[in-house]
């Protein structure tokens, strides 16, 4: 299908190159490390245990890969808050997301959080808004980014009349075109290290299985305050295919971390979500969580994932996959991350 072309004539009636900074800083918590651990899955050690989190060479205990999501999501909530209530996007569709992350985040950071509106596209029946999430630490560095598509009905056309000059004049938005940098890099210590010599392309992963309840999709949004997607109610069957993207990406890396052995060693995320309704069950739903190698570096230190998660036979993404470093076998340190290639998980 293809987009109707955009109106070039008034900038100021546009969204494109506005940034909104959130009213507060984003404190990270270990109590919200937990929770939100606990609400996808994410089981490692490190994201409960600070003696744990200081064998993977961390100073604090550590945050999931995908746990940006959090003020991310308390940004986009603030920024949609800035709308009149009649013309709000009735609802909005998560369709592609992207974590770049620099270092993961720790229990004690303070982060400035930034959303840059970046495109927006007209199509008949929904229009595609691309947004840019940035997280900054207290000195300004970027510690870790997103990118993210987001369908809505056409009455996002409603931003491009009035409502923008509300958007426009809100003191939390100004004009901003600049190019976000990447996020910075860090070293720590000790260095997981492995004896498994390097997997090569094509290696199928063991499979992880994780049981969703209603009651976990309402702790997940309970903890996150999602605005996408949708919890059954009581008295309807659990649809997964319609459960919050950002949560299914959140359980599909907490299985990368498992093959893993180390949090650490995820350094992009990427997912374009499927959006159905997975034949309603009316009670728990399994989901297997598929990855095998692809790409490989040249020095065999980092690689490609091609990821799935696949409910009652339907695929929960169109695509996904997650880039990562693996463990350097020459590192003499202590801690002992492995890429386990052998059983089954429950996750």
Do not use: K
Not at 179 to 195: E, L, Y
């Amino acid at each position: 299908m293809h987009a109707i072309a955009p109106d070039q004539t008034d900038e100021n009636r546009s969204p494109i190159g506005l940034r909104y900074r959130a009213a507060d800083r984003y404190v990270v918590t270990a109590q919200r490390i937990r929770a939100y651990s606990a609400a996808v899955r994410n089981r490692h050690a490190a994201h409960f245990s600070t003696a744990a989190a200081a064998r993977s060479g961390f100073s604090e205990l550590v945050a999931p890969p995908t746990f940006a999501a959090m003020p991310w999501l308390a940004a986009a909530r603030e920024l949609l808050g800035i709308l009149p209530p009649g013309i709000r996007p009735r609802r909005i569709l998560h369709a592609e997301q992207t974590i770049r992350i620099g270092r993961l985040l720790l229990a004690g950071d303070v982060l400035t959080t930034d959303l840059y509106i970046d495109s927006l596209e007209r199509y008949p029946d929904y229009r595609s808004l691309g947004v840019t999430m940035v997280l900054r630490d207290r000195d300004d560095r970027v510690l870790q980014t997103g990118s993210a598509n987001l369908f809505s009905d056409r009455s996002f056309d409603r931003l491009e009349g009035p409502a923008i000059d509300v958007i426009r004049r809100h003191p939390r938005v100004v004009e901003d075109r600049a190019d976000v940098a990447g996020p910075v890099g860090f070293a720590r210590w000790p260095r997981p290290r492995s004896g498994l010599r390097t997997p090569a392309p094509g290696t199928r992963l063991p499979p992880h299985t994780v049981t969703v309840r209603r009651r976990e999709l309402q702790q997940y949004v309970a903890v996150t305050g999602t605005v996408d997607g949708r919890v059954a109610r009581a008295d309807e069957p659990l649809c997964i295919g319609t459960a919050p993207g950002l949560m299914r990406l959140a359980l599909t890396a907490g299985a990368v971390v498992s093959w893993l052995g180390d949090p650490g060693m995820v350094r992009t995320l990427h997912a374009e979500f499927s959006h159905h309704c997975v034949r309603p069950a009316p009670g728990a739903q399994r989901i297997e969580l598929l990855g095998s190698v692809g790409r490989m570096s040249s020095d065999g230190r980092s690689a490609d994932l091609d990821l799935d998660a696949i409910c009652r036979g339907r695929h929960l993404f169109a695509r996904a996959w997650a880039a990562v470093n693996l463990p350097d076998i020459r590192s003499a340190a202590d801690a002992g991350a492995r890429i386990h290639l052998g059983t089954t998980t429950e996750m």
